[in-house]
């Protein structure tokens, strides 16, 4: 007999020969398509400022290609003739490892269109918030990928999802708070009222928004501890979102003595404005006399900083403060404080004394 026709294991040699050169064979063919398909891909992602072409190279590579490599195996392994109990084996392994690829492709496209979607509207930074999201529909989807494998492999789903849909039920009742937390968690993603590495001042705390996840929402404080907040509690409160100032207004004033003439009174504001206009990146609102207090004259003047940020603002407040020193003293003009301080202090300084 000749070699090729022996049988072994229900197969000849020849059959397994056959088999073996198909895998062979399938196997170069899809390397060569793979490499010429994503050379092609990278060519093309060189010539477009678009990223879609470099998210589909990572899906053919992680998830698409994987795949066919398993699919092909499977296939031809199958035509052998092998016994039942290694026949349904066999099946359930290429059932398991198709959903397996299927869900990891799809949650690839997701993840990926996610990320494509951020970086096109400008919020990259946002990913890490995203995570929830990204968990939340990878494990809805690999639960349907298990309902959907075992429809496959010939179990009652009807009868599953029937005993799932109940006991979801008890568990919603039971984590009621926890529920309200993720909702609120989506509330926060998609509203937008803050995102991470804003400056929020929420009550009596305030501080940067450092993390963003499904229970819970933290803030670091000036003084450098966390303060975690549940997200379903966070919307409850009154936010005020510091990032988002697109300008700052800033409102100041200062007292001068009654001794002062009315043509030098007259001469401060204009000589104020000039000062407010030599910094950088204000606007000029006013500056006025504003009115007679019982010990002094005040004036009020008010402008805007086009930078929201704090320490901007006190830096051009501090420059506008030394200038205004300056040019009352240079105008022989000096500031009006309370004549009761002034006794209260003497007071004091006789009480040392004695």
């Known amino acids: 007999m000749i070699f090729s026709q022996h049988i072994y294991f229900g197969n000849s040699v020849k059959d397994y020969l056959v088999a073996l050169g198909i895998v062979i064979i399938g196997l170069i063919i899809l390397t060569i398509v793979k490499a010429v398909l994503i050379k092609r891909l990278h060519r093309f992602a060189l010539k477009t400022e678009s990223d879609i072409d470099d998210i589909a190279v990572k899906i053919l590579q992680k998830g698409v290609f994987p795949l066919l490599y398993f699919i092909l195996i499977f296939s031809v392994v199958l035509t052998l003739n092998l016994p039942d109990f290694l026949h349904d084996a066999l099946r359930v392994a290429r059932a398991i490892i198709v959903v397996f690829y299927a869900v990891r492709i799809l949650n690839l496209c997701i993840d990926k269109g996610i990320e494509y979607y951020l970086k096109k509207q ?153 000062i407010i206009l030599a910094q950088d990146k204000v606007t000029f609102d006013r500056v006025h006399l504003a009115a007679f207090k019982e010990y002094a004259i005040y004036y009020e003047a008010v402008y805007y900083s086009m930078e929201p940020g704090y320490t901007e603002y006190m830096d051009k407040q501090q420059k506008i403060n030394l200038a205004i020193c300056r040019l009352l003293n240079e105008m022989g003009v000096s500031f009006a404080y309370s004549t009761s301080r002034q006794v209260e202090i003497q007071k004091s300084e006789m009480t040392e004394k004695f």
């Open 122 to 274: 400008g919020r990259l930074e946002t990913k890490q918030a995203m995570s929830g999201v990204t968990i939340i529909i990878q494990l809805v989807l690999w639960c349907l990928g298990l309902v959907f494998l075992l429809g496959n492999l010939g179990y009652n789903v009807v009868t599953l999802l029937t005993g799932l849909g109940i006991g979801g039920i008890a568990i919603a009742l039971a984590a009621q708070s926890i529920l309200g937390d993720i909702f609120a968690y989506f509330s926060i993603l998609f509203d937008r009222p803050f995102e991470v590495g804003e400056f929020l001042i929420i009550g009596d705390q305030l501080g940067t928004v450092s993390y963003i996840g499904i229970k819970t929402t933290r803030i670091r404080s000036l003084s450098g501890h966390e303060i975690a907040y549940s997200n379903q509690n966070l919307l409850n409160e009154w936010i005020n979102n510091y990032s988002r100032m697109e300008k700052r207004r800033a409102v100041f004033g200062f007292n001068v003595s009654y001794n002062t003439s009315p043509d030098k009174l007259e001469q401060i504001p204009e000589k104020v404005k000039e």
